[in-house]
């Protein structure tokens, strides 16, 4: 790298740097919820099996 392409690289970084940790982000969140729904499917799905058994 030399001294003349750091803006170019500054001007990268702060183009694309935001998006980037923006959707880094949401797809932390989204898995998050995505093993509590996991989860939450899990104990409907012992609920129904434990129904079922009763009938």
Same mark, same amino acid.
């Given at each position: @790298? #030399? %001294?003349?392409s /750091? %803006?170019?690289?500054? #001007?990268?970084?702060?183009?694309?740097?935001? %998006?980037?940790?923006? #959707? +880094?982000?949401?797809? /932390?969140?989204?898995?998050?919820?995505?093993?509590?729904?996991? #989860? +939450?499917? @899990?104990?409907?799905?012992? /609920?129904?099996?434990?129904?079922?058994?009763?009938?």
């Amino acid at each position: @790298m #030399t %001294p003349e392409s /750091v %803006p170019t690289w500054i #001007t990268l970084i702060g183009n694309f740097g935001f %998006p980037i940790a923006i #959707t +880094v982000y949401l797809f /932390v969140r989204f898995e998050r919820k995505l093993d509590k729904l996991e #989860t +939450v499917i @899990m104990q409907l799905s012992e /609920v129904i099996k434990a129904i079922n058994k009763n009938n």
